[in-house]
């Protein structure tokens, strides 16, 4: 008879802190590059940053993969139910935006009319036809779910450490690095 698992894969682990660090400075650089005046520095921040996010979507679409075919270690059975559904909720919103924001960029950038190249060397294909309209829209879309994501991404954190240091509970020891964090 197996037993659940009590810690997530390594392989799990790796994906989550890897995403978790690369989505943190795609968001600072994004933050950072729409506030600079035109010029090539500019200009290499996108690249670089819609490089991050082809490699997240991919790291991403990944991990999906991974959970669907790698049990996580189940909630503790003392979690009440409605922090039971609010975690459930939480990942599955982490994986909505972690999948619809690198989608909305690349979006974003094919209503503009600048092709995403990843790594300068791989041509991704314009989702959309130019529309300077539908690029300004895409853009605020961008933007607000980058937002709704920290806001959540936050709020992930916050309940993380309330199970560590609060509960007391095992909940973030099982996704640190390390066999037995």
């Known amino acids: 008879m197996s037993t659940a698992p009590t810690r997530y894969t390594g392989t799990a682990k790796v994906l989550h802190w890897l995403i978790a660090l690369m989505i943190l400075t795609a968001f600072g650089v994004g933050f950072y590059m729409t506030g600079l005046k035109f010029s090539p520095e500019k200009?290499?921040?996108?690249?670089?940053?819609?490089?991050?996010?082809?490699?997240?979507?991919?790291?991403?679409?990944?991990?999906?993969?991974?959970?669907?075919?790698?049990?996580?270690?189940?909630?503790?059975?003392?979690?009440?139910?409605?922090?039971?559904?609010?975690?459930h909720f939480g990942h599955g919103l982490?994986?909505?935006?972690?999948?619809?924001?690198?989608?909305?960029?690349?979006?974003?950038?094919?209503?503009?009319?600048?092709?995403?190249?990843?790594?300068?060397?791989?041509?991704?294909?314009?989702?959309?036809?130019?529309?300077?309209d539908l690029g300004k829209t895409l853009e605020l879309v961008h933007r607000w779910l980058n937002y709704t994501m920290i806001a959540t991404v936050a709020g992930h954190a916050a309940?993380?450490?309330?199970?560590?240091?609060?509960?007391?509970?095992?909940?973030?020891?099982?996704?640190?690095?390390?066999?037995?964090?």
């Not at 974003?108 to 009319?113: F, Q």
């Not at 309940?159 to 964090?181: E, Q, T, V, Y």
């Open 159 to 181: 309940a993380a450490l309330k199970h560590h240091l609060i509960d007391r509970d095992d909940i973030l020891r099982r996704m640190l690095p390390g066999k037995n964090a």
């Open 43 to 87: 200009l290499k921040l996108y690249n670089w940053h819609k490089w991050a996010g082809v490699t997240i979507f991919m790291l991403v679409v990944l991990r999906v993969l991974w959970r669907l075919t790698h049990k996580p270690p189940p909630l503790p059975d003392t979690m009440p139910t409605i922090q039971k559904f609010a975690a």
């Open 94 to 132: 982490l994986y909505f935006f972690m999948i619809a924001i690198p989608l909305s960029g690349w979006l974003m950038s094919s209503a503009k009319g600048f092709q995403t190249v990843w790594f300068g060397v791989l041509p991704l294909p314009d989702l959309l036809e130019k529309s300077e």
